[in-house]
């Protein structure tokens, strides 16, 4: 079936670390997106990436399609990261989440 | 920002009340969908519009109904709210249903 997995589920950083969060993906899974939930649970489309690198200011984005996984990469973290991630895989037109890293950072 | 709103924000129902949760749209985006949020699970997809009067059943459809009837308005509704419908409901629209997916405030509802 399709599946869309994370890891880790859980991360704790002290402001200013580096981090990188997983999603595992199954066949039929045509594009990867990555989504942001803030402490207030607003949902943010961080990344639309089906292959390939993408970066937006201190995050970035890789998927390996033929692999099947993606990377998302959080540089200098600050408070404002925390939330949960949410990597997601298109499969014909439905979107299917995975579990989500939630992140937190402190100062 | 795309313009999507949810109505109401946030509910209190009994079991068995009828429930209707409305999206709207200003973007003229041709895929709606709803989802729900509960702890441990993600989001889940109950039901997706792919046009005026078309949708389609996602992976918890069970005890949830929805219409379209204008390109702008996707309605979701519980014909008669159980306790395990209490959750956090989200509205998304995109162009093409493989697109990026932009999501609505939320709508907490809360079945008694």
């Known amino acids: 079936g399709i599946q869309v997995e994370q890891s880790p589920p859980d991360l704790i950083l002290q402001e200013g670390a580096n981090s990188t969060l997983r999603c595992n993906f199954s066949d039929s899974v045509n594009n990867l997106q990555w989504f942001h939930q803030n402490p207030w649970g607003q949902l943010i489309n961080l990344f639309y990436?089906?292959?390939g690198t993408k970066q937006n200011g201190r995050l970035s984005a890789t998927t390996v399609a033929t692999e099947r996984y993606s990377l998302l990469y959080i540089s200098s973290s600050q408070t404002t990261d925390s939330g949960v991630y949410f990597c997601?895989?298109?499969?014909?037109?439905?979107?299917?989440f995975g579990t989500g890293t939630r992140l937190q950072v402190f100062p | 920002d795309a313009g999507i709103t949810q109505s109401p924000r946030h509910k209190v129902t009994e079991t068995g009340t009828p429930v209707t949760l409305r999206c709207h749209q200003t973007e003229n985006h041709r895929y709606m969908y709803w989802y729900r949020q509960d702890p441990g699970h993600g989001l889940r997809l109950i039901h997706y519009?792919?046009?005026?009067?078309?949708?389609d059943k996602g992976e918890v459809s069970d005890g949830y109904s929805v219409s379209r009837s204008k390109t702008e308005d996707f309605l979701l509704t519980l014909e008669s709210a159980t306790s395990s419908q209490t959750s956090v409901y989200f509205c998304?629209?995109?162009?093409?249903?493989?697109?990026?997916?932009?999501f609505g405030p939320g709508t907490r509802l809360t079945v008694l």
């Open positions: 519009s792919y046009g005026v009067k078309d949708t």
């Open positions: 998304a629209i995109s162009w093409t249903g493989l697109d990026t997916q932009y």
């Open positions: 997601a895989g298109v499969s014909t037109d439905k979107l299917i």
């Open positions: 990436i089906p292959s």
